[in-house]
């Protein structure tokens, strides 16, 4: 819809409403999970913004930006267009912009394994957001801080962080930051040996992504539960979840994170190990047959 009015407008049209058409579909785009076209979109935007000196909006869609940089593995981009959208909302007083920013930038540092960076950005970001009382934002600041506590040994605090977002998330009804919460609280008691536990949360997780039609969410749980079959030892499930969700990764332009890539590559080193060539190659190329609600049947099967 948004695309078809674009391409209606007059040549002659000025740049404001054209750049917030932009924006919209770029927004739209980017929870579709059709990162190519957002950027476009949002890039677009941005230039009309930079150009006539709307800051405000400037910042949202460099914020915007950074977060498909980030899905898209482009840490160098993801972290330039979250600072410089950091310094106009520190110097415009946009808290809810700059919170935004601080958030963008713990997860650029996470992924590129600076621990205490990250840790610094997030706090402050949830702190500001605690303060302007915006709970959705709470609880996904909170989901972000646990990755940091459970990647530095602390898994009774992630825990712990991880329960209040849940709390929050479920309390205003947002479903994709209760799928991404209870995501990751199945990773953390993964990560404690604790499987019934991760089965039942990361299961919900998958569940919602589902039914809300996120295939990066399926993709990022998929990827989890493989790792769960790995571990309770149900190896030929493993692979084909995992290779489903690889599948499934490709298909939405996206990627985990280097450190989750490298977890299931080297999941899979052992699994091949201990199945042989011929039953590994065999499960994973079942996984890439599967269709995204195939693979999620088959999680849920256990």
């Known amino acids: 819809m948004y695309e078809g009015l674009l391409e209606s407008l007059p040549d002659e ?3 404001a409403p054209r750049a917030r058409l932009c924006q919209r579909i770029g927004t739209l785009k980017w929870h579709l999970g059709d990162y190519p076209r957002a950027e476009a979109a949002l890039g677009e935007a941005a230039e009309v913004y930079r150009r006539t000196g709307t800051e405000n909006d400037l910042a949202s869609s460099l914020n915007a930006l950074g977060s498909i940089a980030m899905a898209r593995g482009d840490y160098a981009k993801a972290r330039s267009c979250g600072l410089e959208s950091l310094e106009i ?3 415009l007083g946009l808290h809810r912009g700059t919170a935004v920013s ?9 992924h590129e394994g600076s621990l205490e ?3 610094s950005w997030v706090k402050e970001s949830l702190e500001i957001r605690r303060q ?3 709970k959705r934002a709470v609880s996904a600041s909170l989901c972000n801080l646990s990755i940091l506590y459970n990647a530095k040994g602390s898994a009774g605090e992630a825990i712990s962080c991880l329960e209040e977002s849940l709390e929050i998330s479920r309390e205003i009804g947002d479903q994709i930051q209760t799928a991404s919460t209870c995501s990751n609280l199945g990773n ?3 990560g404690q040996g604790d499987s019934v536990p991760a089965r039942r949360f990361l299961l919900e997780s998958l569940h919602i992504y589902e039914a809300i039609g996120d295939r990066r969410g399926m993709a990022f749980t998929l990827s989890s ?5 790995a571990a309770v030892g149900a190896l030929k499930r493993a ?10 990764w490709v298909e939405v332009r996206a990627q985990l994170s280097p450190g989750g890539r490298q977890q299931v590559e080297d999941e899979y080193t052992k699994l091949r190990s201990s199945l042989g060539d011929i039953e590994f190659e065999d499960a994973k190329a079942l996984g890439k047959r599967l269709t995204s609600a195939e693979a999620a049947e088959l999680a849920r099967s256990a």
């Not at 601080?102 to 996470?110: E, G, T």
């Not at 539960?225 to 079959?229: F, K, T, V």
């Not at 692979?239 to 499934?248: F, K, P, Q, Y």
């Open 13 to 15: 049209t000025e740049p």
């Open 188 to 190: 953390v008691h993964m």
């Open 225 to 229: 539960l493989g790792l769960l079959e």
């Open 132 to 134: 302007i009382g915006e």
């Open 239 to 248: 692979v084909t979840i995992l290779s489903a969700a690889d599948r499934l």
């Open 117 to 119: 960076e990250a840790q």
């Open 89 to 91: 909302g520190q110097r």
């Open 102 to 110: 601080l958030s963008n930038l713990s997860a650029v540092a996470l």
